[in-house]
């Protein structure tokens, strides 16, 4: 089929790419000329295990090309995807303002019948409003489906040539079976419903997923205050199939730009049809106090931050992604900072894009694990990035200057910390001191 897709970030890079390698003709889209440039270059805007590789391959087969002309893209496909941004709003609806604009400018340059599929994640009724907004520009017929996207960073094409399911939400039979005969080679759990329920789907699936995560960091901060291991707490629990052992891992709670954008968006929504989502204000309360746990316990070990050399080991909201978007880093450095501390900061991928966000005097930038180190007084581990599991406790201590170790990932088990001088603690395992 002949595909395009409109927003070259995370979601349409990726799909586009692995629609490609599935065998369509796909021509990927945006309006950020600096990324098409690079991928046109045979480079790629974002750092996503595998896809650098797909992309040169089906560009060498000719089956992906990358424009800035919305106009081609568009009167060449049969299908158009829209996978460009819905970031919050300050007051934590969606902003929807690039939705609006990717629908007038396919309305515009359409040159016959389309399918126009929503794969950005927006609330329910924006589908509807795409089909009004694109029926008053355009005279061609046309079809909409909301086709929400479920992959996650660091294993986005494995997520996406091998998904869990692939929903599809259309009121149009014919619509119904091209997108299931693009999809059926992916999985052979293919969810079709109305439009309303596919963007209802996609909010709740992350809201239950960002449940999970508070729900074990508070059973994490009763097993802190009562002496349980949280660790051993959430196997017990896992094996149970009706709960699952997923996203029961205790931590300094979920970052990243979807959980806290949908999260905050699923509240809106429930507000503006009059009902108070109670459950899932308290699970956006408890992540946005989970991550000053850290600055606690660091004052906890050492009194007072101020002068202080504190390493962070990893920026990225989670390990194999360049993403810091609403990194829990992002706050944890902004408090350090706020009371005086010197930070010595690393993350093997996400390093540049972190200090475009946040740069500061007080912090220096360090090439490895070991350079952040370095007289450090204490090291916070916020990203587990598989580099940080192997380092020798005994051989960080030698470089510090004091031995504190705050392990917001629980990466390090107590056999390796108490044959080491750190003083060590973690979330919701007893500290060791
Ligand atoms: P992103 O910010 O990485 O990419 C969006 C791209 O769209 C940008 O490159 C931007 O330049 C481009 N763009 C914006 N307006 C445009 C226009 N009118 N014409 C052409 N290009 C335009 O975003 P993302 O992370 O890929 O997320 C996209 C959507 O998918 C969001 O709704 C998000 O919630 C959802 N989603 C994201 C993920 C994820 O892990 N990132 C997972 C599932 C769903």
Known sequence: MKLTMIGTGYVGLVSGVCFAELG??????????????????????????????????????????????????????????????????????????????????IARAMNGHKIIVTKSTVPVGTNEMIRDLISRNTSHSFAVASVPEFLREGTAVQ?????????????????????????????????????????????????????????????????????????????????DRRIGSAFLKAGIGYGGSCFPKDTEALIQIAGHVDYEFKLLKSVVEVNNDQRFNVIRKLKEALGPLEGRNIAVWGLAFKPDTDDVRDAPAMDIIQSLLA???????????????????????????????????????????????????????????????????????????????LLSPFRYYSVGRPDLT
């Open 24 to 105: 369509n003709e796909v021509i990927c889209v945006d309006a950020a000329a600096h990324k098409i440039d690079m991928l046109n270059a045979g480079e790629v805007p974002i750092y996503e295990p595998g896809l650098k590789e797909l992309i040169a391959s089906n560009r060498a087969k000719e089956q992906l090309s990358f424009t800035t002309d919305l106009n081609e893209a568009v009167g060449y496909a049969d299908i158009i995807f829209i996978a460009v941004g819905t970031p919050s709003l300050p007051n934590g609806e969606a902003n929807l303002s690039y939705i609006e604009q990717a629908a007038a400018d």
């Open 339 to 417: 009371q005086g501390a010197h930070v010595r900061a690393y993350d093997p991928i996400a390093q540049a894009n972190f200090r475009r966000e946040l740069d500061h005097p007080s912090i220096t930038w360090a090439e490895d694990a070991w350079e952040a180190a370095q007289d450090s007084e204490a090291v916070c581990l916020l990203t587990e990035w598989s580099e940080f599991r192997l380092v020798d406790l005994n051989e960080l201590a030698a470089v510090m200057k004091d031995h504190v170790l705050i392990d917001g990932r629980n990466v390090f088990g107590p056999e390796q910390v």
């Open 159 to 239: 997520d996406t040539l091998a998904p869990d399911r692939v929903v599809i939400g259309t009121e149009d039979g014919e619509t119904l079976r091209t997108l299931v005969e693009l999809h059926k080679r992916l999985t052979h759990h293919i969810i079709t419903t109305d439009i309303r329920s596919a963007e209802m789907i996609k909010y709740a699936s992350n809201a239950f997923l960002a449940t999970k995560i508070s729900f074990i960091n508070e059973i994490a901060n009763i097993c802190e205050k009562v002496g349980a291991d949280v660790t051993r707490v959430a196997e017990g629990m896992g094996y």
